[in-house]
């Protein structure tokens, strides 16, 4: 499944538009000032302008992020639920705002990549359809400098990392990232990065673990038992 992730251009585009200006009387009326009727606009005209203004913002915000996408169970998958969300933060506040996120009643967190199965998913279905360079994931080195761990507390069975990383290029290269080389048309690979090391092209990745459980043999008998009763009725 390809996700659908709106372009970068599209948010500029909708956000000029949501900077709408309302013309009354032949005049100028741009999203309206708090001293509507001390300077001469028309409260009409400017509930008009602050109500378009709020929706296509709306928008721009519905558009920002890709519906989450399911690595189905019946394909190889593990039941997760992954979303490539379009915000520019530091690694430490997409990490929070990650866990924040819910999906289906699950707390989200940064992802994290258990092997060559999954980062081949994410690869083919988020990553290289993206329309940033640069995506957080839940991998860091800030409490041991040189021992990567995962967020979860899971072991780290397996990296893929660029060549010569990761490389502590500069101080407090704690955090990690997919990114694409430098050619801007190689392959992705992971980087490490300062926290605060961010720009429009980054997003952060988030994965909701939402395996259903196996049903227990008291529901699967509860199960038989109204079966049963339903066929002595009849």
């Known amino acids: 499944m390809m996700v659908a992730i709106a372009r970068p251009n599209g948010f500029r585009d909708l ?18 000032p708090l001293e509507v009727t001390m300077r001469g606009y028309s409260p009409l005209g400017c509930l008009f302008s602050i109500l378009v203004h709020q929706i296509l913002l709306l928008v721009v915000i519905a558009q ?8 189905d ?4 998958g593990n039941g997760n639920y992954y979303e490539l969300v379009l915000d520019s933060h530091t690694w430490l506040l997409s990490d929070s705002n990650a866990q924040a996120r819910s999906f289906l009643g699950v707390a989200g967190h940064l992802v994290t990549i258990a092997d060559t199965d999954e980062n081949a998913f994410l690869l083919a279905n988020i990553i290289q359809p993206s329309p940033v360079k640069r995506i957080w994931i839940g991998l860091t080195d800030q409490a041991q400098e040189g021992t990567f761990a995962w967020v979860t507390g899971e072991p780290l069975g397996f990296t893929f990392w660029h060549t010569g990383e990761p ?7 704690d955090f990690v990232e997919y990114v694409r ?3 801007e048309d190689g392959p992705w690979a992971w980087n490490d990065l300062p926290n605060t ?8 990745l988030v994965e909701y673990e939402t395996q ?8 699967l008998m509860g199960m038989f038992l109204l079966i049963g009763l339903l066929g002595v009725k009849r």
């Open 15 to 32: 956000t000029r538009i949501a900077n709408v200006a309302i013309w009354f009387r032949g005049k100028r009326r741009g999203p309206c």
């Open 64 to 71: 920002a992020t890709a519906s989450p996408v399911l690595w």
């Open 73 to 76: 169970p019946a394909t190889g």
């Open 167 to 173: 490389n502590e290029f500069v101080p407090g290269e």
């Open 181 to 183: 080389d430098p050619l």
């Open 197 to 204: 090391f961010f720009n429009a092209d980054h997003g952060y």
């Open 212 to 219: 259903v459980p196996e049903p227990s043999t008291g529901v």
